[in-house]
C-alpha cells in the first residue's frame, strides 16, 4: 500500500483528497489554480491544521508558477495577493497562518529573475511538506516505545495522514507500531458530532490493514470495563506548558475512563502544538454550528428542529491525567511544567 | 398539555404513537386486529419494556372483544392463541411475557358467558395499564425528593412516557419535579446508536415545556468539568441484589463521570425491575445488529461498509457509583445487598 498523502505537488499542479466524500468516494482532486485551493479549504475537501498549511503553501506555489509575471516584482506582488487570499479561508487556522509567513519570508530574499524566485517558493512548500511528514514519522518512532506486542489502542477524531501531509501524529504512533512487526488492534470511536473517527479513521486504517473495531463514543467505559484497551493515544490541537491537552470534544471523557481502568493515555503532537504562553484560563473553547448535533453530517435530522444543543468543538483534558506527551524530540512526562519546555530547549 | 400515553385502550380499540417516526412526526395508530399490535411491537413502532407489556395486554382485549366464539370455551382457546401470537414478537422482552402470564390467569376462574369473560379481560389490561402509570407517577414523587429548585439534570436514553403505560420513570421524576414548581433544567444525551435522547427524550420533555439542551454522547465529560450537572437520572433495564444497575449502553461511561465530579447518580426504575437472584457474573449483554453502529437510524452511512464494530445493547455500573435505586416503594441505598431486599420486604 502506497503511503497516504492528503494533498500533494505533483511538479506543475496541487492533488488532494476530497475528505467530504470518504468514506464514500476516493475523489482526487487536481489545480492548477491557488483559488481552486483555496475553495478547497474553505469548503473543508481539506481539514486538518497540518493538511490546511501544506495545502496553502502549495496554493502559493501554483501562484508563483502561473503568474504572468516579467519581472521579480511583479512576480512577488501576485505571490503576495495569492498569500492573502489563501489568508481568508480559514479564520482560526494557526497551521496556516503559520505556513503562509513561511512563504511570505521566500519573498523577502533578491533574485536575479522570476525563474529563481519561482523555483525558491515551490522549493518552500515543498519543504513545508516534508517536514510536516519527517516530524510525524519521528513521533511515530517515538510512541512506539511504549507500545507493546499484542496492545489494543484505543483513538479518538482522526489524528492521522488525513489531518497531516502524511503519516499522521496519534495514527502515526499507530503506523510506525504496526510496520514494525508488532501485533496491535485499534478501537476506533465514531466523534460525533462530526464523525471523523468512523468516516476517517476506519477509512485509513481499514487502507493500511490494521485491524480496526468502531464503537460509538459512548461505548468507551465498557471497552475499558471489560478489558479490551491497553493504551489510548489520541492527538491535540494545543498542548499547554502545564500539560493540559486541548483537542477534539470528548476526550476528556476517554482520559477519566482510561484513568478509572489504570489504562496510560497518552497526546501525540508535534512539538509545534504546543503552547508555552497562554494559562488554562484564558484557554476558549469555540461553539460550532449546532445543526451538527441536531443533523448527522448535515443531512438527516434527528432531532426537535430548534432544541438548544451545546457543540463545544474540543475539551481539555488535565496533566494528571495524561501518561505522556509524544512529540517529535521526545515524551515529555509529569511535572510538565518542568518537563514541556525542557524538551523545547526552554527549561 | 394532556398526559402523553403511547399506547392506550380507547373501549373498542387500541390507540398508539408510532414511535419509529418521533420527532419527525406524529403518527397514532389504531386497531382492532390483535395481529396488528403483534406487528407493531415486532416493528418496534412500541418500544420500551413496560409499554410493550400494556400493548400485548390490550392486543389480548382485542383478541377478546372481537372474538366470533359462542362459548365460554371457544373464547378461550381464541385468547389462547392470541397470547402465544404476541408471545412470539420479541423472545427477550420480560415485561411482555409476565403482562401475557397475568392475562392468561384471568382465563383460569370461572364465567357464566362470554360477556362475563370478555369484561374480565378487558378489565385485566387496563388495569396493567393504570397500575404502570400509578407505579411510574410513584417513583416521580419519590425522586422529586432528592431533586432541588434549580438543579440541572443530566439524562440518558429515554426513560420516559414513550417508553412506558405514561409518565415514565427517570422522566417521570422529571415530570413530577417541574409538576411540583421547581425551576428544573435538562440535559439529554443523544444516545448513540439508536438516539433515543435525541429521538424520543427531546420530543418528550419540549412537548411538556421542560427546558432540555441536546448533546452528544461524548460531551458528557465536558458539561460535567464546567459545572453544568447538578443531578444524574437514568432508567435501568435490570437493577441486582447487589445494586448494579443494568441499562443503556453509556451509562457507565457517565457514571464515572459523575463520580469523578461529585455529580450524585441516580437510576429510576419500579421494583419489578429488581432481580434479586442473578450474580452480576451471569448477566449476559446482548449484541445487537452492527449496521445500528455503521449506519445512522438505518438511512445514513457513516464508515467503511463491513468494518467490525462492538454494538453492545446494555452496560453495567457498579453500585458504587450509584447514590441511590428510585423506586415506587422508596429509595434504596448502600448498602444495596441489605437495604434492596429490605425494600422490597425480603431482608
Redo the contacts between chains.
Sequence with gaps: MTELHPVEWLGDRVRWINTLKI??EEEWVEARDYERVAVAIERMEIRGAPAIGVAAAFGVALAALYSGARDVEGLKADVRKAIERLGRTRPTAVNLFWALRRMGRVLEGNYGDTEELRRAIIKEAVRIFEEDVEVNKAIGRVGNEVIEDGDTILTHCNAGALATAGYGTALGVIRAAWESGKKIKV?A?????V?QG??LT??EL?RDGV?????????????M?KGLVNKVFVGADRVLRTGHVINK??T??????AN?HGVPFYSAAPTSTIDLETPVEEVVIEERNPDE??R??G??????PD????N?AF??TPPELVEGIITEKGIARKPYEENIPKLLGKG
Excluded: C, F, H, Q
Design positions: 468514506p464514500w478501537i470511536t465514531e466523534t460525533r458530532p464523525l468512523a468516516r476506519v477509512w481499514v485491524p480496526v473495531t468502531l464503537i460509538t463514543d459512548n461505548m468507551v467505559g465498557y471497552v470495563s470534544i470528548g476528556y471523557t476517554i482520559a477519566v475512563l478509572r448535533v441536531r448527522v453530517l443531512k438527516l435530522l434527528i432531532t426537535v432544541v438548544p444543543v451545546l463545544p475539551d481539555i
